[in-house]
C-alpha cells in the first residue's frame, strides 16, 4: 500500500521565481494538508484541501497557493520566491474520520 | 490560541536506557495526540496516535500517555538503541471537526551512543 508521495525531492529557485510541489495521497485518504518546516523548527500548517477546495488556511501570505485535483492528488504553488521561502515541504494525507495523518518524505526547497 | 512545547529540545543517552520524552499543551481541549519520528532532512513518520477517548497506546519499544486535564503527553522509549537517534515531534489534533491543522511541537532530538 503506497503511502504519501511527494515530487520532487529537492529543487533549487532563484528569488522572484516560482515553484510547484506535487502530492498524492495515501490509498483511501481524500483529504491532503501542506505544512513548511523551516530548520529547527516544527511543521507549520499552510492549507488543507477537500473534495477540490481549500477548506483552511494558515498564516502564509496568498503568494502561497494549492489546487486539488479529482484523484485526490494536490499541487502547492508558490509564487515570487524569497529566501525565507527556503523549507521542507511537507504534504500529509488522511481521511474524514480522526484517524490520524500520514505524512510524506518532504520537498526541500532551497531559493537562491 | 493552542501552543505545543517539548523538552528537552535535545537529548543524549547511552545504549539500552529507559528514556521519557515530555510534551505539553495550552489548551486542554484537543482531540487527538499524535507522535512522529523525524530523520535528519526526511520525512514524519508516525509512531502513536492516542484518539480523544483513549490515555495511552502502545507499540513495540514505545509508549505514549495522554493526559488532557494536565496538558500533557509523554514517549517513553524503552531500551534504547543508536537506531532510535532521531527527532521526535509531538502534534496536537485541535478538534475532531474536519478541515483542522495539526499543531507541532519544535520537537526533541535524541542521541543514542553505542
Known amino acids: 500500500d503506497a503511502g504519501v508521495t511527494q515530487s520532487p525531492t529537492h529543487l533549487i529557485k532563484t528569488r522572484g521565481q516560482q515553484v510547484t510541489l506535487r502530492c498524492s495521497p495515501k490509498?483511501?485518504?481524500?483529504?491532503v494538508s501542506w505544512y513548511q518546516q523551516a530548520l529547527g523548527q516544527g511543521p507549520q500548517f499552510i492549507f488543507q484541501?477537500?473534495?477540490?477546495?481549500?477548506?483552511q488556511r494558515g498564516n502564509f501570505p496568498d503568494r502561497f497557493s494549492g489546487h486539488q485535483f479529482p484523484n485526490y492528488s494536490s499541487e502547492l504553488n508558490v509564487n515570487a520566491l524569497l529566501l525565507g521561502d527556503s523549507a521542507l515541504y511537507l504534504c500529509?494525507?488522511?481521511?474524514?474520520?480522526?484517524?490520524?495523518?500520514?505524512f510524506g518524505s518532504g520537498t526541500r526547497l532551497t531559493v537562491v | 490560541k493552542q501552543e505545543v512545547t517539548q523538552i528537552p529540545a535535545a537529548l543524549s543517552v547511552p545504549e539500552g536506557e529507559n528514556l521519557v520524552l515530555n510534551c505539553s499543551f495550552t489548551?486542554?481541549?484537543?482531540?487527538?495526540l499524535q507522535w512522529f519520528r523525524q530523520d535528519p532532512g526526511k520525512g514524519l513518520t508516525s509512531l502513536l496516535l492516542i484518539q480523544s477517548s483513549q490515555r495511552e497506546q502502545t507499540s513495540g519499544r514505545l509508549n505514549a500517555s495522554l493526559d488532557k486535564s494536565s496538558g500533557r503527553s509523554t514517549l517513553y522509549i524503552a531500551a534504547s538503541q543508536p537506531g532510535d537517534s532521531a527527532t521526535y515531534l509531538c502534534?496536537?489534533?485541535?478538534?475532531?471537526?474536519?478541515?483542522?491543522?495539526?499543531?507541532f511541537g519544535k520537537g526533541t532530538t535524541l542521541s543514542v551512543s553505542s
Open positions: 502534534a496536537a489534533d485541535p478538534t475532531n471537526q474536519a478541515g483542522t491543522a495539526l499543531i
Open positions: 500529509a494525507s488522511s481521511t474524514e474520520a480522526p484517524y490520524g495523518y500520514t
Open positions: 490509498s483511501g485518504h481524500d483529504t
Open positions: 484541501y477537500y473534495e477540490e477546495e481549500e477548506r
Open positions: 489548551d486542554s481541549a484537543i482531540y487527538n
